[in-house]
């Protein structure tokens, strides 16, 4: 049976195919339109497989595009998928950390992957992608970059959580003459005490897993670390796990 | 819809400004309510008063006024409107429940004040709201900082009673409760020129709790499943009942009510048999503020009971219409009052036990708490609710929201979720 999960997340859109045991995998910018989005990744997954579109059985959809899709077979919150997709990969988790373009997310998962709760940060920019892409913006470089550029032994703490005055706050602190990579410390470290708290909140069991786009950036997963006194395991594909777990689902037709 | 323009014009009204809000409620509301299906026939009576939403009610108030009747707004679950029917006066909910309100609020009210004050506050000054401008009286409450601070300001417009509401529960406070009562007779009497009497302080008392009584067989109705009416008209039936002749109120719920129960007897309901059942716990939704519900049962869940004022606490517990002389009545009314269970009350365990008992009651799958944004109170007493309901197993989710559309998404995906680890 060939499926394909897709996750059209605010600023990346993910797809996953599984055929027969092989999977292939792909990523682009949501861009402005996610129904657009949805159909380049079906596009690149048929051609990346060479498989034709009536050969597909089933297509999940999630992410906060998943409502414009209309070639979903069904949809599904990324909550759902992003707990599926973890426990295919790491089936002793039981704390999901999502951090992704517009909101950050704890999901607590039970042994068979199903949620058991969730928490969502969803209405500020701290504490997600965006904060910290703003944040790149004020200084010069590109989101990606941040992670790297970190130095924490010279931590700056940004005291700001509003993503308006923190910048306020960077530009300020820059022309104190404060060394970048301790601002970037700082902002990692502001990303992580935001969502530590609500990790606190949900309880931390572990193990504990960090997911999303946000998660490519160690200096984020090193706060995380910190702020929680927890190891934390970031997939090799820690964009993809909310596809895959479409993918999956639509495999066992959930 | 018949032509309000001159009654409008006659309350000074700002008519450019309400007639931006004129156009955008039928749109609203037919997207919201007159797409579903199955609607009881009941219904119509509702839909009638939302479509002539500033018109026909505003006219019985100020036909009453012109006869030399006075009316007065209320804000509050715990405002006795038996004292006001017993004097020949009517009383009438008025929270504002729209965010077209809530930019007026704002020009006095400071940004983290929640928006069921900000659109009380802003319906009034900005003349958008004929409701706020017919009563000859305002008759508020301390339930909270924000409503006690608001009542200051609007007392510039208005003139006001506020009903000094005890914040425990102790034999002391049902005292201190029963004499608030007594001086909002005075009030009230003054205000009328009529005396209240036992005999027509009786008469009043049957006449609310007739209303209770009728909105508490439509509840009764919703215990079934499949669930013969949706959550959103059962919100709606509350909300107008809030403002509505208490006597055609009682009437018309108890004729939805009998049409709900022959669904009941023919099995039919408008949702499957299979629907989550869902309670919504927490702080009023005051007309026309149908957002939650809308989300929660787009997503194919029943709402089945509300634990709030705009729900259960509005109509629960009956005076003792047994109380005779005027003394006996005043604390049977103190009684009644003190029971209901708001988060302004410390403690308030007695809330955790009706969310408990509501959830057996109206076989729940699963709770959403939920409060408005800057609520401190339901805000805070989310976290003891759901310790207590989490230990029975029962699934709970905590949203708090605004009356803006800016979360609409988010809020969607969260009550998605939610209703994934109920369908499980």
Known sequence: ?254 | MADYQQMWADLEMDLEKHDALCEVLPEAFGGIYLTQQDRPKGMDFYDFVVSEIHGVRPAEMLEHQKKGGKVFGTFCVYVPDEVVFAAGGIAAGLCGGSQFWVSGGEKVLPANTCPLIKASVGARLDKTCPFFLIPDMYVAENTCDGKKKAWEILAREVPMHIIDLPQMKRERDIAAFEAEIRDFIVTVEKVTGNKITAESLGKAIKLINNKRRALQRVYNARKASPVPISGKDALLVTQINFYDDPARAAQMANSLADELEQRIENKFGVFPDNAVRIMVSGTPMAIPNWKLHHIIESLGAAVVVEESCTGTRYFENLVDESASTLEEQIRAMAERYMKTNCACFTPNSARVEDIIRLSDEYKVDGIIDTNLQFCNLYSTESYLVKQSVTERNMPIMHIETDYSDQDFEQLRTRVEAFLEILRK
């Not at chain 1, 988790?93 to 607590?108: C, E, L, M």
């Not at chain 1, 910190?226 to 190891?231: F, H, K, V």
């Open chain 1, 1 to 254: 049976m060939i499926v394909i999960g897709i996750d059209i997340g605010s600023v990346a859109a993910k797809g996953y195919i599984i055929s027969s045991g092989h999977h292939h995998r792909t990523i682009i910018p949501t861009g402005w339109s996610p129904r657009d989005a949805g159909q380049v990744i079906i596009d690149q997954l048929l051609d990346a497989s060479r498989i034709e579109r009536d050969q597909v059985e089933r297509i999940y959809v999630t992410g906060y595009g998943r409502v414009a899709f209309e070639q979903a077979d069904k949809t599904i919150t990324e909550i759902k998928c992003h707990a599926r997709g973890i426990a295919e990969l790491y089936p002793e988790v039981r704390t999901i950390i999502d951090i992704g373009g517009q909101d950050s997310k704890v999901i607590r998962i039970g042994e068979k992957g199903q949620v058991l709760d969730f928490a969502m940060n969803d209405k500020c920019a701290a504490g997600t992608g965006r904060f910290l892409q703003v944040m790149a913006t004020a200084l010069g470089l590109d989101v990606s970059e941040l992670g790297h550029a970190e130095e924490p032994g010279q931590m700056q703490t940004i005291s700001s959580m509003c993503t308006v005055f923190a910048e306020s706050e960077i530009i300020g602190s820059l022309a104190r003459g404060n060394p970048k990579g301790g601002i970037i410390a700082g902002l990692h470290q502001s990303v992580g005490k935001r969502v530590a708290a609500m990790v606190r909140r949900m309880g931390i069991k572990e193990q504990v897993a960090f997911t999303g786009g946000v998660a490519i950036n160690p200096g984020v997963k090193r706060a995380l670390e910190e702020e929680l006194g927890t190891r934390i395991i970031v997939p090799e594909a820690c964009q993809y796990t909310g596809a895959l777990g479409a993918a999956l689902l639509a495999l066992e037709n959930r």
